[in-house]
């Protein structure tokens, strides 16, 4: 294994892997460790785990940006760390399950937050980090930023980081992606589903905030058991997601929120001059701006 640099050693070192900011409602999580590329060392991925878990048991906040220091988003695991323990008596068996035990857990964590999370991708996110914006429910990323999974390339297919990949997009897309390793344009990711949209770069953590902030206005209940009812149904055949959704929809129906905002939407429609008829369901004329 290649020594790592004394210097980058010690910034690493003195510096926390995660940072945590605030904007009002916004939690923003960066990952910290430019000089190994943001790479989820067990350090970042126990750091992750626990300010997530900080966050969702935080009412005030109700989105998250996850975001990155440096030139690139994240490269993965750490395959520094991971190499030296094929020195352990077993070769590194129990610490190899361990590390990708706890970031599968991680992965299921963000999918099971309560609040929206939205990945603000700068640079290159590959295997694991790959899988990180796969698991965020939102992703805006950087013109310039690229994704792959390429473990293929040494011998090391990304079968965790599949897990996440395929259930973003279309399978095609995915074994592609999969069986080269090779580098995909965030023109392309955008196009086939793994992130929102692109934007100028520098602009990405601005125009994710944004979205959050956009998101964080909306009523956090509601917010909360979309997200729930949304990655739930994706896992039912049909006739088990409608009876599902139904009995969601109907409970909703009963919240203040509802009440309220259902209130409001037809003395809205009934005002002198306006054209929306009051039986219509809002629902059918608010166009999408995440596409």
């Known amino acids: 294994m290649i020594a790592q640099p004394a210097a980058a050693r010690a910034i690493e070192t003195s510096a926390p892997v995660l940072l945590r900011e605030r904007d009002k409602h916004i939690a923003i999580l960066l990952l910290n460790r430019p000089q190994a590329r943001n790479s989820l060392s067990e350090a970042l991925l126990t750091a992750l785990s626990g300010a997530i878990a900080e966050?969702?048991?935080?009412?005030?906040?109700?989105?998250?940006?996850?975001?990155a220091n440096g030139p690139a988003f994240c490269a993965g695991h750490?395959?520094?760390?991971?190499?030296?323990?094929?020195?352990d008596a077993d070769d590194g068996r129990d610490y190899f399950r361990h590390i990708i035990t706890i970031c599968s857990a991680l992965m299921q964590q963000i999918v099971n937050l309560p609040q929206p999370v939205i990945a603000a991708v700068q640079g290159v996110a590959s295997a694991a980090g790959c899988q990180l914006v796969a698991s965020c429910d939102l992703a805006i990323a950087s013109a310039a930023a690229k994704f792959a999974t390429p473990g293929v390339d040494i011998g090391l297919f990304c079968s965790t980081p599949m897990v996440a990949l395929s259930r973003n997009v279309a399978r095609k897309h995915a074994m592609g992606m999969l069986l080269t390793g090779e580098m995909i344009a965030a023109q392309d990711a955008a196009r086939i589903g793994l992130?929102?949209?692109?934007?100028?770069?520098?602009?990405?953590?601005?125009?994710?905030?944004?979205?959050?902030?956009?998101?964080?206005?909306?009523?956090?209940?509601?917010?909360?058991?979309?997200?729930?009812?949304?990655?739930?149904?994706?896992?039912?055949g049909l006739a088990d997601a409608y009876a599902y959704a139904s009995e969601v929809m109907s409970e909703n129906m009963m919240a203040r929120d509802a009440e309220e905002g259902i209130r409001a939407f037809i003395e809205n429609a009934m005002?002198?001059?306006?054209?929306?008829?009051?039986?219509?369901?809002?629902?059918?004329?608010?166009?999408?701006r995440f596409a």
């Open 195 to 236: 992130i929102n949209r692109a934007v100028a770069p520098g602009e990405e953590r601005k125009a994710a905030i944004a979205l959050a902030k956009k998101i964080a206005a909306k009523s956090s209940y509601v917010l909360k058991i979309g997200k729930q009812a949304f990655y739930r149904q994706a896992e039912m």
């Open 78 to 87: 750490d395959l520094k760390e991971i190499t030296a323990r094929r020195s």
């Open 55 to 67: 966050i969702a048991a935080d009412k005030t906040i109700r989105a998250v940006v996850l975001a």
């Open 271 to 288: 005002r002198p001059g306006r054209t929306a008829d009051a039986h219509d369901d809002p629902c059918c004329r608010t166009r999408s």
